[in-house]
């Protein structure tokens, strides 16, 4: 009966074994167990990162695996097993550019190397969701009226609507300038960045914000820019009195006495 009972206890242990998962997400996942890691993009990479120890083998209570490999892994999909000996071991899968929407699955299996532990293989089932809807961006203020040389700031926000933190690469397109940062945005968060411009001549100049993944460019998304550069009025006062803007007579004394005061202020 003894012998019974501590065979039962043993098979109990067995099946409650459980290896801890710190990233993307923080879990504890048992023997043939399911993970959902949720949403990423086409062709987003996702590093899994799996701690060696593995609880409730063995009369001491524990073990430790020596690497993870990926098993089963989606057609045209790429896969990158750990390192031997790695605490975590990371494993790494990406979706390719042109991966359809869906539901994905596949494997990860650890080893006790050379079976120094005797542990048992320890097999995770993973889901990822592959989705084009995993980022929006904003623009909150996209036409600008100012002088020339005046600085204007272009305020971009981005939200990350994946469970994957990404980097995004926003790029501000004008006429013969383009100016190019990144950013990291966290799983579910946004970040924003400013960009700073200014222009010389008097015109009007259009352009553009362009976001994307820097996993996958062909889900950019564009966001126009409208600059009209107008003189101030400072300026042109002090432009009249170098002949240069033309005023109506009746008003000219006005402008003569106010560029006399804008002279003084701007030291023209």
């Not at 409650?16 to 949720?38: F, Q």
């Not at 579910?188 to 820097?214: K, Q, R």
């Not at 003189?231 to 003569?256: C, E, H, K, N």
Request: some cysteine.
């Amino acid at each position: 009966m003894k012998t019974l009972l501590l065979s039962l206890l043993l098979i109990t242990s067995f099946f409650a074994a459980t290896v801890e998962i710190i990233k993307p997400l923080g879990t504890h996942v048992e023997d043939n167990g399911t993970i959902y890691i949720g949403k990423i993009g086409p062709g987003q990479p996702v590093a899994i990162d799996i701690l060696k120890r593995v609880e409730g083998y063995s009369k001491k209570g524990y073990g430790n695996y020596d690497r993870a490999f990926v098993t089963e892994i989606p057609e045209g999909w790429m896969s990158k097993d750990s390192k031997l000996f790695d605490n975590p071991m990371e494993v790494v899968v990406t979706a390719p550019e042109n991966a359809s929407e869906g539901n994905y699955s596949f494997k990860i299996s650890l080893y006790d190397w050379e079976h120094i532990e005797a542990l048992p293989n320890f097999t995770i089932n993973a889901i990822v969701s592959v989705t084009e809807d995993i980022f929006s961006a904003d623009v909150p203020k996209s036409v600008y009226v100012v002088g020339p040389k005046q600085p204007a700031r272009v305020r971009v926000f981005v939200f990350n609507k994946g469970n994957i933190g990404s980097v995004f690469i926003v790029k501000m397109k004008l006429p013969d300038k383009e100016e190019v940062k990144e950013v990291f945005v966290p799983a579910g968060h946004s970040a924003h960045i400013i960009f700073e411009t200014e222009f010389e001549d008097e015109n009007v100049y259009d352009g553009y914000i362009e976001v994307e993944p820097e996993y996958c460019p062909r889900l950019k998304k564009l966001y126009p820019l409208h600059f009209t550069v107008v003189g101030s009025f400072l300026g042109d006062l002090q432009a009249s009195g170098r002949g240069i803007l033309l005023l109506f007579v009746p008003f000219q004394p006005i402008y003569d006495l106010a560029y006399l005061v804008g002279v003084g202020v701007g030291g023209g």
